[in-house]
Nanobody, 117 residues
């Protein structure tokens, strides 16, 4: 059973920074895609950023230039550095591991990020 354990998150003022990390209980392989999603109250879960094992990244337009996703495959972890945070970034953030080799998707338990104005 694959487990993802998140850390980080919390309360920060607008303009501040936070770093989220996710650790997987399995070894990351070439076909895996690691990501972060978020869900604000009353809204659907949305993509924040993804990264492949080869370092290819995708970002939501709303976070480009402010957030950076990175991975450390040797440690089976990936992180999301969030800078210049805005109140609209407030949400529960979930890490995600898409294992395309098996067509399986795994989620972390979620961590709250609250940005005060």
């Amino acid at each position: 059973q694959v487990q993802l354990v998140e850390s980080g998150g919390g309360l920060v003022q607008a303009g501040g920074s936070l770093r989220l990390s996710c650790a997987a209980s399995v070894s990351i392989i070439n076909s895996d895609v690691m990501g972060w999603y978020r869900q604000a109250p009353g809204k659907q879960r949305e993509l924040v950023a993804t990264i492949t094992n080869h370092g290819g990244t995708v970002y939501a337009d709303s976070v480009k230039g402010r957030f950076a996703i990175s991975g450390d495959n040797g440690k089976n972890t990936w992180s999301l550095q969030m800078n210049s945070l805005k109140p609209e970034d407030t949400a529960v953030y979930y890490c995600d591991l898409w294992r395309s080799r098996w067509g399986t998707d795994y989620w972390g338990q979620g961590t709250q990020v609250t940005v005060s104005s």
